[in-house]
Nanobody, 115 residues
Framework: QVQLVESGGGLVQPGGSLRLSCAASGSIFSISFMGWFRQTPGKQRELVAA???????NYADYVKGRFTISRDNAKNTVYLQMNSLKPEDTAVYYC?????????WGQGTQVTVSS
């Protein structure tokens, strides 16, 4: 079993920055995928950014140039640095990890961008 603990959400003004963290623990043999998704009420969860075990990254168009995903393999942790935040970035952010072929989700962390 794998446990994911997210942190770093909160309230920030437009134009501000936040850094999300997601630490994985438990039966971790090989993490092939680490990513961040977000969800707002009434909408489906959508991919924000992802990073593979080899370090390849993928971003949603609406965050390119503003968000950066990174991972620390020694700590089994994935980060999402969010800059130039906009009110439309307000959502619950979830991390997702794929270990071998199984997917695990974090509990979600609220990010609110408002003045």
């Amino acid at each position: 079993q794998v446990q994911l603990v997210e942190s770093g959400g909160g309230l920030v003004q437009p134009g501000g920055s936040l850094r999300l963290s997601c630490a994985a623990s438990g039966s971790i043999f090989s993490i092939s995928f680490m990513g961040w998704f977000r969800q707002t009420p009434g909408k489906q969860r959508e991919l924000v950014a992802a990073i593979t075990g080899g370090g390849s990254t993928n971003y949603a168009d609406y965050v390119k140039g503003r968000f950066t995903i990174s991972r620390d393999n020694a700590k089994n942790t994935v980060y999402l640095q969010m800059n130039s935040l906009k009110p439309e970035d307000t959502a619950v952010y979830y991390c997702k990890v794929i270990v071998v072929t199984r997917s695990y989700w974090g509990q979600g962390t609220q990010v609110t961008v408002s003045s």
